[in-house]
């Protein structure tokens, strides 16, 4: 079973506001990943990180940021944040392992931007 | 364009009534085809991975299989706990942002008692 955790699960506030979403994993993963799911639509991939120090933007564009001070935790971070902001956020790891690499998903946090 | 097509949409079977979910796909260099499973407000969780056209893994209930331009999922007397949406993805044949995964829409599967 994959021990990855995302707090909180679900989140609603007011626009303008600053959010962390946190992400946090206890395998050791290398790799580590922000997604976005709206519903009936695909996971698109809004920011990744190879290691400590490292992050990467995705192939959607996101006004989100991230950071990755340490192995286990990925937090995501909205400065201001706002109604189209609204939707399902995931976080996963992986183990460097090229292309037998598998994601390991946490449960995600549901943001609702009023 | 790099692209994943899940058909269908939805699909509703009876309780051992067998079925297949498809999964097309366009990339260049194809370097490994991911079978996940979602459950509602939870994240995907993994079943397969297949890399060569002819291969094919088993779980359970479940078989995935892979040719040069789609995928199956075929599913055995499917039983209510196989309800969920199942995922597929690709990984493309480059370096960078490009390796990472490329997501189709999903099928959801109900299974009636």
């Known amino acids: 079973e994959a021990d990855i955790y995302q707090t909180p699960r679900y989140l609603v506030i007011g626009t303008g506001k600053k959010i962390t979403l946190e992400c946090s994993q206890t395998?050791?993963?290398?790799?580590m990943y922000w997604y976005q799911q709206d519903p009936g639509m695909e996971l698109h991939l809004i920011h990744y990180s190879y290691g400590v120090n490292s992050t990467e933007k995705g192939d959607l564009s996101s006004e989100s940021t991230v950071s990755r001070i340490r192995t286990e935790h990925f937090p995501l971070t909205l400065e201001s944040a706002r109604p189209s902001h609204t939707s399902q956020y995931l976080c996963?790891?992986?183990?460097?392992?090229?292309?037998?690499?598998?994601?390991?998903f946490g449960s995600g946090t549901q943001l609702s931007v009023l | 364009e790099d692209q994943v097509t899940q058909s269908p949409e939805a699909l509703r079977l009876q309780e051992g009534e067998s079925s297949s979910l498809n999964c097309s796909y366009t990339v260049s260099g194809l370097r490994g085809l991911f079978w996940y499973r979602q459950d509602p407000g939870k994240g995907p969780e993994f079943l397969f991975t297949?890399?060569?056209a002819g291969e094919e893994k088993e779980k359970e209930r479940l078989k995935a299989t892979l040719t040069k331009k789609e995928s199956f999922l075929h599913i055995t007397a499917p039983k209510p706990e196989d309800s969920a949406t199942y995922l597929c993805a690709v990984r493309r044949n480059y370096g960078g942002s490009q390796g990472n995964l490329i997501f189709g829409k999903g099928t959801k599967l109900s299974v009636k008692p």
């Open positions: 996963a790891s992986s183990e460097r392992a090229g292309s037998r690499e598998k994601l390991f």
């Open positions: 297949l890399y060569s």
């Open positions: 395998m050791g993963h290398d790799k």
